[in-house]
């Protein structure tokens, strides 16, 4: 039950009234996602691009330079599908703000300017850029300066 697994993040899943299950290879529950092709092949299934697909697994991960990496979750940049091992609903926010184009924030030195536009703050990590949203149209529209009154 994925509710039961996302409860303790405060989370649950709204069904839109279709299901649609993919057939599991080693006939279990949840995928064992073993490689990078297989995690590029699992979002790349039933793409649906007015909602966001979640695939559950029960393991990700993955050889790179000799070495097993296990993740968490994934979900590419400004997509509709999120990979999430599902005793880690914690991450789904995570993954879900990949989802909403939002990257990570990096450390950099303090004579290195941020790429992105945003600023340090102090603590030498590039921020997240305003951004305020659609042109206002009247009264209670969100402005770079506050609200329209």
């Excluded at 299950?21 to 279990?28: K, L």
């Excluded at 790349?44 to 979640?54: H, R």
């Excluded at 993740?71 to 997509?79: F, Q, S, V, W």
């Amino acid at each position: 039950n994925a509710n039961a697994m996302l409860a303790s993040a405060g989370l649950s899943i709204v069904w839109d009234g279709e299901v649609e299950e993919e057939d599991n290879p080693d006939g279990s529950d949840f995928y064992n996602i073993q490689t990078t092709e297989a995690i590029s092949a699992l979002l790349g299934t039933n793409p649906d691009q007015e909602a966001i697909d979640l695939y559950l697994a029960h393991t990700a991960e993955f050889q790179h330079q000799g070495q097993t990496v296990s993740i968490r979750g994934y979900a590419p940049l400004g997509g509709t599908r999120v990979l999430l091992v599902a005793n880690n609903a914690k991450v789904l926010a995570h993954e879900l703000g990949h989802a909403f184009s939002l990257k990570h924030t990096h450390a950099v030195d303090a004579d290195d300017a941020c790429d992105n536009g945003g600023e340090k703050a102090g603590d030498r990590c590039c921020d997240t850029t305003f951004d305020p949203g659609p042109p206002p149209r009247g009264p209670g529209d969100r402005t770079a300066g506050g609200l329209l009154l």
